[in-house]
């Protein structure tokens, strides 16, 4: 089916807000243009703004489903989509190598499919201290071993990024060989001290995961993660925006200080989203951890019973760019490229997150309160259910 979608406010590929349309052919955009869009029976006029649909590099689950198996993970994958994230990886907690690379290979069927972008190991090379919601007896160091039993798996080639605290022994060393393989990598889960962080970042890595969360704050005889994070140009800062895991004012902060320093397409908005998300609040796991959601905050389960360290989000990136939009005072073109082409660059995905030919033709369209009202998925437009909208 050949049809032009046009808006007369869509995120364009310099990152701005303006007229602008695209010619789709099958399940790829063909043709784009600025301005008014040629003449064609097959025109459709886009009434909100037109976005490319969202690239989620940090997920966990969703639809009350985990990416333990094929089968939940097309839930997951399906209940992010209806609130347009058209584009996922699987993020996996720490767990053993072996338990790791075997939940990767039951995932291969779904990457090699295309529906789901590639994997995401969030450990278990992270910190104790630093743990969050990750299984404390499953961490593990990057010794040299440990980086060659992933890399000479054949489950690597589905592996994309994975967060390492660099503190660690072997850390630098992981950081390093597994950049130069190609995996993208995410500072994160760590106590790192500001100049093993700018060691890590001189080694290869690209990103801070979840920025702000589960590291060192910023402290001034202390500095930690955060600061070198802020300070180098080129590295992507992951933020976890839904008014429970960063201050709004901490928001602005983290993209000010990108802007100052290389561009504010440095940040990039994750759901860490958990099996709760697009669900609702009740009991869940979280890598075999117990998780209580309650109106929204998901937090672990301490043996007594209370409420334990915040597991993850109940987030969809929808819901973070609103909120990055309407709470946090982030400009909407900042915040769109923030769950679109930022994420796609910062894992490696050349096909995601632009309005350009040869891009797979994913589009959200969001009404004036920023609500993603239409999802296109692959060149279809997936069927409206309002209810799924907000
Ligand atoms: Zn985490």
């Given at each position: 089916?050949?049809?032009?979608?046009?808006?007369t406010s869509a995120l364009t590929p310099e990152g701005r807000l303006a007229p602008y349309w695209v010619r789709i052919s099958g399940e790829r955009i063909l043709e784009v243009g600025h301005g008014a869009p040629p003449r064609s029976p097959d025109l459709h006029i886009s009434q909100g703004v037109l976005s490319p649909g969202f690239v989620d590099a940090h997920a966990h689950g969703g639809g009350g489903a985990t990416f333990a198996s094929e089968e939940e993970a097309q839930t997951v994958l399906t209940a992010h989509r209806r609130s347009g994230t058209t584009t996922m990886l699987a993020s996996l907690v720490s767990a053993s190598l072996d338990t790791l690379l075997a939940q990767t290979e039951a995932l291969r069927p779904l990457v090699e499919s295309g529906e789901l972008a590639a994997i995401h190991w969030e450990g278990p090379w992270l910190d104790t201290a630093?743990?969050?919601?990750?299984?404390?007896?499953v961490l593990s160091t990057p010794s040299p071993a440990a980086v060659t039993a992933l890399l000479d798996h054949p489950a690597s080639e589905l592996v994309n990024y994975v967060t390492v605290a660099p503190e660690l022994p072997g850390g630098i060393e992981a950081v390093e060989r597994l950049s130069t393989s190609g995996i993208s990598v995410g500072i994160g889960h760590t106590g790192a001290s500001c100049s093993t962080t700018r060691e890590a970042l001189a080694a290869g890595a690209v990103c801070g995961t979840h920025l702000f969360n589960a590291m060192k704050g910023l402290h001034h005889r202390e500095p930690g993660?955060?600061?070198?994070?802020?300070?180098?140009?080129?590295?992507?800062l992951e933020l976890i925006c839904d008014g429970v895991h960063?201050?709004?004012d901490m928001i602005r902060f983290a993209w000010e200080s990108a802007a100052q320093n290389g561009g504010p397409q440095r940040i990039v908005l994750v759901s860490d989203a958990m099996a709760a998300a697009a669900a609702t609040d009740g009991d869940y796991t979280l890598g075999g951890l117990d998780v209580r959601v309650r109106q929204g905050v998901a937090r672990l389960v301490t043996p007594d019973g209370g409420e334990g360290a915040i597991a993850g989000s109940t987030l969809t990136l929808a819901e973070a760019v609103r909120y990055s939009i309407v709470e946090a005072g982030i400009t909407a073109e900042h915040a769109l490229t923030a769950a679109t082409s930022s994420p796609a660059r910062m894992v490696g995905l050349d096909?995601?997150?632009?309005?350009?030919?040869?891009?797979?033709?994913?589009?959200?369209?969001?009404d004036e309160q920023w609500s993603v009202g239409q999802v296109m998925y692959r060149g279809e437009w997936i069927q409206d259910d309002s209810s799924c909208f907000h």
């Amino acid at each position: 089916m050949n049809q032009i979608i046009s808006a007369t406010s869509a995120l364009t590929p310099e990152g701005r807000l303006a007229p602008y349309w695209v010619r789709i052919s099958g399940e790829r955009i063909l043709e784009v243009g600025h301005g008014a869009p040629p003449r064609s029976p097959d025109l459709h006029i886009s009434q909100g703004v037109l976005s490319p649909g969202f690239v989620d590099a940090h997920a966990h689950g969703g639809g009350g489903a985990t990416f333990a198996s094929e089968e939940e993970a097309q839930t997951v994958l399906t209940a992010h989509r209806r609130s347009g994230t058209t584009t996922m990886l699987a993020s996996l907690v720490s767990a053993s190598l072996d338990t790791l690379l075997a939940q990767t290979e039951a995932l291969r069927p779904l990457v090699e499919s295309g529906e789901l972008a590639a994997i995401h190991w969030e450990g278990p090379w992270l910190d104790t201290a630093h743990r969050g919601a990750h299984d404390e007896t499953v961490l593990s160091t990057p010794s040299p071993a440990a980086v060659t039993a992933l890399l000479d798996h054949p489950a690597s080639e589905l592996v994309n990024y994975v967060t390492v605290a660099p503190e660690l022994p072997g850390g630098i060393e992981a950081v390093e060989r597994l950049s130069t393989s190609g995996i993208s990598v995410g500072i994160g889960h760590t106590g790192a001290s500001c100049s093993t962080t700018r060691e890590a970042l001189a080694a290869g890595a690209v990103c801070g995961t979840h920025l702000f969360n589960a590291m060192k704050g910023l402290h001034h005889r202390e500095p930690g993660a955060v600061l070198p994070l802020l300070q180098t140009p080129g590295v992507f800062l992951e933020l976890i925006c839904d008014g429970v895991h960063v201050h709004p004012d901490m928001i602005r902060f983290a993209w000010e200080s990108a802007a100052q320093n290389g561009g504010p397409q440095r940040i990039v908005l994750v759901s860490d989203a958990m099996a709760a998300a697009a669900a609702t609040d009740g009991d869940y796991t979280l890598g075999g951890l117990d998780v209580r959601v309650r109106q929204g905050v998901a937090r672990l389960v301490t043996p007594d019973g209370g409420e334990g360290a915040i597991a993850g989000s109940t987030l969809t990136l929808a819901e973070a760019v609103r909120y990055s939009i309407v709470e946090a005072g982030i400009t909407a073109e900042h915040a769109l490229t923030a769950a679109t082409s930022s994420p796609a660059r910062m894992v490696g995905l050349d096909e995601v997150g632009k309005l350009l030919p040869g891009a797979f033709a994913d589009l959200v369209v969001l009404d004036e309160q920023w609500s993603v009202g239409q999802v296109m998925y692959r060149g279809e437009w997936i069927q409206d259910d309002s209810s799924c909208f907000h």
